[in-house]
């Protein structure tokens, strides 16, 4: 009874609608071209044999015939497990909920694995509509050739918005990871790619391709590495939606519709591409990676450690030669009084020197009480001696490293030990946020598949746990450890240093470029931050952590450029809190001109005019040597100077050597505040990196200049360091512009930049970049620490400053 009163409900309600439901017996293959109303309901039934070991696609299309109608169409398809409807015309949305209309359908069933070897299927489509009036259509099922894509076989197809393409692909036997490639001659219009699990529904429309699996918009190119291990079906589906707008992908915005109803033409949206499948690395190229990264940065230690034996071996014979000296002079003293000239000619010949003068024994004495003295940290005491007053001291014309270096060292070497402490502290609090941050943006990355928020090189990103590109944080290895390595040279510098100082060594006391070591000990700790930081960045590089990767930069040039200009000036350097203050608004600086910088007129003319500002002030405090005060007064004193040096006599800078250093440098920083001011450069980061290392290498090359000039020469470690630095970085800059991947575009555009690994499988031109800036900057430090190691037997008032 109940059975019939269902059957009698169901009669009851198709006559109260006057609707006809007609079933028809369909084809693969054939197209139907049929009529559709409110009064019937047509349901076409088909069949198909389903094989455990091998897929086959099926497609629906359908496309409205009437030009006009009030209603759509609504098309429902009855699976074994899975219901998919759609209406025609379909309406999809884009940005601010514009419309858009599609009178041609495509879609591909989706086909859940069958547990039986084969079995028959059915499936039904079901047409309707509320309109009143006959609606024209067409339908059309097939079947999809090379639904399952083979392994490194390319296949071609085309994709609309409403016309979405996916196929299955299988992991065979022995392939734990592969990479998928989609590629289009085309920019645009932009698509994307989506990586889902087999299941249904299949999410192949605009609107949803989002909701599952790993996505990632594409111009002309799309990779995505998929591993086996998130996949319990062994097998996933290659899913290509055509977008309905281009903005996704860096295209232009269209026009507001003047309704907000309003139904937009989508135009020829279709687009051809192809996509390949190819396995990915194993393991074997995991473990050569890492070892050959190892392989190359301890081959460092090894030779600092060869190195270091030749150079205690080449100290030890000299100290043979100094003991037989010794002896001999004794011996021959017993007979007659020798003054002190020989025995200080004998040493300069046996260590190397030039043949400067020494001066007394008295002369010495005297020199090493007054740096022994106490001194304050800002000021001198007040002697009779005119030579002792800074004023007048700095105004020389011919200024020796003595002049400059007659505070105390105690003072001093706590003053330059604060670079490190600071440093260090900096580091703790920078890198603990920094750490967390970029934990969670790899956990989102992760959980919700969306690969537009990382911009990696997508062609050479390797997986490893739940880091989604682990060979760029592992080539990022270099800079601790040489960093590290830095640190441990200029320990041993500083040991040996001590117990020279605990001996009351003469030399030590006297002689060479006053050795503080704060500032070598900052460079190492921020060479290795340098490395912690630019690793956490590469977890997933974006605009919104590009700091991570540059801070530290800003902070190794910066500390470079404080320890050139220590060596010649130690009394006069800049105190740790000062240049850490001036780094942080370099930082600061960096990320206005990122956030605000692209476009903006009054962000850049605001920038050069300090720029310009901060070069004027600092060339005037290294003119003078910081006997100048910046008050209200400054104005007028500058008239003054003006007036009598340029107006009343024409006579030329007292100080030449400073005065070309400063002219240059002004010319270089003039110049580029008027290539930013004109061009406007994407990168503000770069242009402001670029800005620090052109004036670090103008700086360097004056000093070098300036050194080969005063009659000092370099030694062989230190020219060896400098010419294989130099050879270092100019690979490495060729690396580092090849530009794999921008977050200054849209991550579609990044795309396609996108290269293979080109070193062992495993590294990309920006790995090589890393491993070839580590080692630069290695040497280059290697360079500012031996680069005056031929003045450490020459007094100090024979060392000149400039």
């Not at 076989?153 to 998928?180: E, L, M």
Request: overall charge neutral.
């Amino acid at each position: 009874f109940v059975v019939l009163e269902v059957l009698w409900v169901s009669v009851c309600l198709v006559h109260s609608d006057s609707s006809v439901v007609v079933q028809k017996e369909a084809q693969f293959g054939v197209s139907y071209l049929d009529t559709v109303t409110s009064h019937n309901q047509t349901i076409y039934s088909f069949n198909h044999t389903v094989s455990r070991n091998k897929t086959e696609g099926v497609r629906v299309s359908v496309e409205l015939l009437s030009e006009t109608t009030k209603s759509p169409i609504l098309f429902v398809i009855r699976q074994k497990q899975a219901v998919l409807s759609f209406q025609v015309p379909l309406i999809l949305r884009g940005l601010y909920q514009r419309k858009y209309q599609y009178t041609q359908v495509g879609r591909t069933l989706c086909q859940p694995p069958t547990l039986v070897a084969s079995e028959t299927q059915f499936f039904y489509v079901d047409v309707s509509t509320l309109s009143s009036t006959s609606v024209h259509y067409q339908l059309r099922v097939s079947r999809v050739e090379s639904f399952t894509l083979q392994t490194d076989k390319k296949f071609s197809f085309n994709a609309t918005p409403s016309q979405p393409q996916f196929f299955k692909y299988v992991f065979p036997d022995g392939v734990d990871t592969v990479i998928v490639k989609v590629n289009s001659e085309k920019n645009f219009p932009c698509s994307v790619m989506s990586i889902q699990d087999i299941q249904c529904p299949v999410y192949d429309l605009d609107n949803n391709v989002a909701f599952i699996g790993m996505y990632q918009t594409m111009t002309k190119k799309g990779a995505v590495t998929v591993q086996r291990k998130d996949f319990p079906s062994n097998s996933f589906y290659v899913v290509v939606v055509v977008k309905t707008e281009d903005e996704a992908c860096g295209g232009p915005l269209k026009f507001y519709p003047l309704l907000p109803d309003e139904l937009l033409d989508a135009g020829n949206r279709s687009k051809t591409l192809d996509v390949v499948v190819s396995p990915a690395i194993n393991s074997e190229v995991y473990v050569m990676g890492m070892l050959f990264c190892l392989g190359i940065f301890l081959s460092f230690y090894v030779l600092t450690f060869l190195v270091a034996c030749i150079e205690n071996k080449r100290s030890t014979n000299y100290i043979i030669i100094i003991i037989i000296i010794i002896i001999s002079l004794s011996v021959a003293d017993n007979g007659s009084t020798m003054s002190s000239e020989p025995v200080t000619d004998s040493l300069a010949s046996a260590e190397g020197t030039y043949g400067y003068m020494e001066r007394s024994m008295d002369t010495v004495g005297r020199c090493r009480q007054e740096s022994l003295s106490s001194v304050e940290e800002d000021d001198y005491d007040t002697l009779a001696d005119i030579d002792s007053d800074k004023n007048i001291v700095r105004t020389k014309k011919y200024l020796c490293v003595s002049d400059l270096a007659r505070k105390d060292k105690r003072v001093l070497n706590k003053k330059y030990q604060i670079y490190f402490w600071n440093i260090s502290t900096i580091a703790v609090f920078y890198a603990l946020p920094v750490i967390q941050l970029v934990i969670t943006y790899q956990t989102v990355v992760n959980v919700t598949g969306n690969q537009d928020i990382c911009y990696y090189n997508f062609l050479c990103a390797h997986p490893l746990g739940a880091l989604s590109s682990f060979n760029n944080i592992l080539s990022n290895l270099g800079y601790v450890m040489l960093g590290l390595l830095f640190l441990l040279i200029v320990l041993q510098r500083d040991i040996l240093h001590n117990r020279a100082l605990m001996r009351n060594d003469i030399t030590a006391l006297e002689c060479g470029i006053p050795k503080h070591f704060g500032l070598f000990y900052a460079m190492g700790t921020a060479l290795m931050m340098e490395g912690l930081l630019s690793a956490c960045y590469h977890v997933c590089p974006n605009y919104t952590n590009f700091q991570f990767d540059t801070s530290f930069m800003y902070m190794i040039a910066g500390l470079c450029m404080l320890k050139l200009y220590q060596k010649r000036h130690p009394d006069i350097n800049a105190s740790a809190y000062t240049a850490y203050a001036c780094l942080a608004a370099v930082i600061f600086f960096s990320v206005l001109g990122v956030v605000f910088g692209k476009g903006n007129t009054a962000f850049w003319i605001v920038f050069s005019v300090i720029h310009i500002l901060a070069t004027l002030l600092l060339s005037t405090q290294l003119y003078y040597m910081g006997r100048w005060k910046l008050d209200s007064g400054i104005l007028r004193r500058m008239l003054y100077v003006i007036y009598t040096d340029c107006v009343r006599q024409c006579s030329g800078p007292m100080y030449i050597d400073r005065m070309v250093l400063l002219v240059m440098g002004n010319i270089v920083n003039w110049s580029l505040a008027a290539y930013g001011l004109i061009k406007r450069p994407n990168d503000f980061a770069s242009y402001l990196l670029a800005i620090a290392i052109c004036n670090l290498l103008l700086y360097f090359a004056f000093y070098i200049i300036m050194k080969l000039r005063s009659g000092e020469r370099i030694r062989c470690l230190a020219l060896v360091c400098i010419l294989f630095t130099a050879v270092v970085w100019g690979f490495a800059l060729f690396f580092f512009f090849q530009g794999l991947s921008t977050w200054q575009k849209t991550p579609a555009e990044s795309r396609e930049h996108n290269r293979d690994c080109i070193l062992l499988s495993f590294f990309d031109d920006h790995d090589i970049w890393h491993f070839l800036s580590s080692i630069a900057m290695f040497g280059s430090f290697l360079v500012l620490l031996t680069m005056d190691d031929d003045l450490d037997t020459v007094q100090r008032d024979k060392i000149y400053v400039f």
